[in-house]
């Protein structure tokens, strides 16, 4: 009998791999409660201390507020995406052939440099970033129609990653803990609880599909 509104913050990736499970749920459970997902430029923790925002997910930085609650979701890590027909789609994919092709960098703030490359750095490579974008789905789209090299994280794009080839980077990266936060007057809501209930085994019952290339690392 809930009527009720939710806005959940997220990175573009979420709706597309987790939306259409959660809705299902939902409507199952609480036909009258309305999911409104909003897009997450940045990690402020703003408009959840306004009330603008029910819950968010992604990973807990330090622009994330002291006071907000956050939940493992699931553990993700970074893969390299190309074009089917790709150089890097066939044969081993070394560090010096990732470093030598043309890369797309994700990076809301806009910046030229991230940590791929201070990977490359520690095995004395340097690639050439050839366009920043703010998003993984503009990041994949760049690398669907070009020869560009996309770096993303694997689960939260497994929809996004489609008819593209997949492979694991021949550089060590920090795995990434995907979280759900919300602030802490919504702790002991019922029908908040029942949302991050649902969101919680929604991501841990989907596993989206690895496209192409290697076998995903353990």
């Known amino acids: 009998r ?9 990175s573009d990736g979420f709706v597309e791999n987790f939306g259409p499970a959660l809705l299902a749920r939902v409507a199952e459970e609480a036909p009258g409660v ?13 408009p959840m201390r306004e009330g603008a925002v029910d ?46 092709g043309r890369h797309v960098l994700i990076s809301r703030r806009g910046l030229d440099r991230g940590p791929v490359d201070d990977a490359l ?20 789209a760049l690398a669907r129609g070009s020869d560009l090299i996309a770096t993303v994280p694997e689960r939260y794009t497994g929809t996004l990653r489609g008819g593209l080839f997949t492979f694991t980077l021949p550089v060590k990266l920090a795995a990434l803990t995907i ?8 702790e002991a809501d019922p029908a908040h609880r029942w949302l991050r209930g649902l969101v919680k085994e929604v991501c841990r019952l989907s596993s989206p599909p690895f496209h192409g290339g290697e076998k995903p690392m353990p």
Do not use: Y
């Open 121 to 140: 750095e520690l095995v004395g490579l340097t690639r050439k970033v050839t366009t920043v974008v703010g998003g993984f789905a503009e990041a994949l």
């Open 55 to 100: 819950l968010e997910t992604g990973v807990v930085g330090g622009s994330t507020g002291p006071e907000v609650r956050a939940q493992a979701l699931f553990r993700d890590r970074f893969v390299g995406v190309v074009r089917a027909g790709h150089p890097l789609s066939e044969g081993r994919v070394t560090a010096a052939r990732f470093a030598a």
């Open 34 to 46: 309305q999911l409104r997902f909003v897009p997450k430029p940045d990690k402020d923790s703003g």
């Open 179 to 186: 979280s759900l936060l919300w602030h802490p007057r919504l």
């Open 2 to 10: 809930l009527d009720r509104s939710f806005t959940l913050r997220n």
